[in-house]
């Protein structure tokens, strides 16, 4: 019995050990997925991996290349130039090879001023886009001065100031950029003796009192003497007379005649007033003026008639003498 039962266990460890065997050389053929089909199934199993796995990188090569021909051409396949997108300002479309390609415009192209005057421009940059750029020849509008200067400093409009003396509407600018007559007596080339006053061309023959004139052509600093001013000889006056101290209207050099009676006809040949006396030519002594610009007898002096007499009264009964 013990015999029996010894046998039949041995026989059962036996068949264990022979189905382990079995069990472990059959999973040998069994396939591996991680393998891609390559153990134990022959030839044609082989083959048939193979393909799969060319299969699986003409994928993978065909990615990469669109991949590179959206970045260089556009990856859209054409047969002319029709097949291919719109140009743009900073992108000119042709069809080269079959392949829609894409050219950039130069970088700072300008395409458009979208807002003159305001130095600014819209151009194109190195990669097809449009954006905002400097353009110093977008000078802002003119602002009607003739004394100033529009232009653009690296995108910033500006407006400055011409220099002292450049030439506006028939004048000169001044500091202020104010177009004015003159800003120096070189200014000035029109009359006689043509000077710069106070920013105003004046001479002493445009029939007008300006600039520091105190008459008509005359006085001030640059034209010679009105008449009545004070002088020494004819050529400082206007009139070229200088009578009696001052100038005068005319030569005055009669008897009896002054250009300095009073301040009221100062500068203007007058007659000496009745009784006075003049000294060029003498008019003194038994004589006087009779206030008519001639030099008559004084009274008390003999005479004949009343014509001699300054004061036309020439009386007496013996012996006649002028009279009040």
Known sequence: MRRSVIISSIFLLAAGLIQFACVQDFDQFEPN????????AGESSSSSSGMGGMG?????????SSSSSSSSSGGMPCSNNGDCPNDTDCIN???????????????????????NGDCKADACDDMGNIVTVNDDSDLPPFD????????????????????????????????MAMCVDCVDDGDCNDGANPSCVQEQCVSCS?????????????????????????????????????????????????ACKSCN?????????????????????????????????????????????NGECASNNCAGMMTKTCQP
């Open 93 to 115: 479309w042709s069809c080269s090879n079959s392949m829609c390609v894409q050219m950039f415009i130069n970088q700072g192209e300008i395409v458009d001023d979208p807002t």
């Open 261 to 305: 009676v009073n301040d009221a006809t100062k500068g203007t040949c007058t007659n000496i007033p009745l009784g006075m006396t003049d000294d060029a030519p003498a008019c003194d002594g038994t004589s006087v003026c009779n206030g008519a610009g001639a030099c008559r007898l004084k009274n008390d002096e003999p005479c004949m008639n």
């Open 144 to 175: 009607g001065n003739m004394c100033t200067t529009e232009s653009c400093n690296n995108g910033t409009p500006m407006v400055t100031n011409d220099p002292v003396g450049s030439n506006c509407n028939g004048g000169v600018c001044n500091a």
């Open 33 to 40: 997925p991680n393998d891609g089909g390559s153990a134990g």
């Open 206 to 254: 445009d029939g007008m009192q300006n600039g520091d004139e105190t008459g008509i052509d005359c006085g001030g600093t640059k034209c010679k003497k009105c008449n009545g001013e004070t002088c020494a000889a004819n050529n400082e006056c206007r009139s070229n007379d200088c009578a009696d101290g001052v100038c005068c209207n005319n030569a005055c050099d009669t």
């Open 56 to 64: 699986g990188g003409s994928s993978s090569s065909s990615s990469s």
